[in-house]
Nanobody, 126 residues
Framework: EVQLVESGGGLVTPGGSLRLSCAAS????????IGWFRQAPGKKREAVACISTAPTGRYYASSVSGRATISSDNAKNTADLQMNNLRPEDTAVYYCVIGKGASSSDLCVFEGADYWGQGTQVTVSS
């Protein structure tokens, strides 16, 4: 059974940082692209960042480019999203997603996810 468990969300003041983690199990990690999406209340779901190893690549949404770094550890079956200089508009539920055989752009641009985690809340507020 595929499981994606997010952690690391919380309340942070503007300009602060958070590191979100996704613990994955139940599948061959290196066969999947992995990424992060988010959805704020009343807003459309949007891709944040995605990473793939076959082919190798990273994708970042323009809204977080320069402030976010996605990484993955195939040995630990984890994927992290480091977010810096957080803004109130980054407030959302963040979801870990995976797509079998998906490149970073397949996953983020074309939303080719096969599985979604339950999400973790990130709130940026003073």
């Amino acid at each position: 059974e595929v499981q994606l468990v997010e952690s690391g969300g919380g309340l942070v003041t503007p300009g602060g940082s958070l590191r979100l983690s996704c613990a994955a199990s139940g599948f061959s990690f290196d066969e999947y692209g992995i990424g992060w999406f988010r959805q704020a209340p009343g807003k459309k779901r949007e891709a944040v960042a995605c990473i793939s190893t076959a082919p190798t690549g990273r994708y970042y949404a323009s809204s977080v480019s320069g402030r976010a770094t996605i990484s993955s550890d195939n040995a630990k079956n984890t994927a992290d999203l480091q977010m810096n200089n957080l803004r109130p508009e980054d407030t959302a539920v963040y979801y870990c997603v995976i797509g079998k055989g998906a490149s970073s752009s397949d996953l983020c641009v074309f939303e080719g996810a096969d599985y979604w985690g339950q999400g973790t809340q990130v709130t940026v507020s003073s």
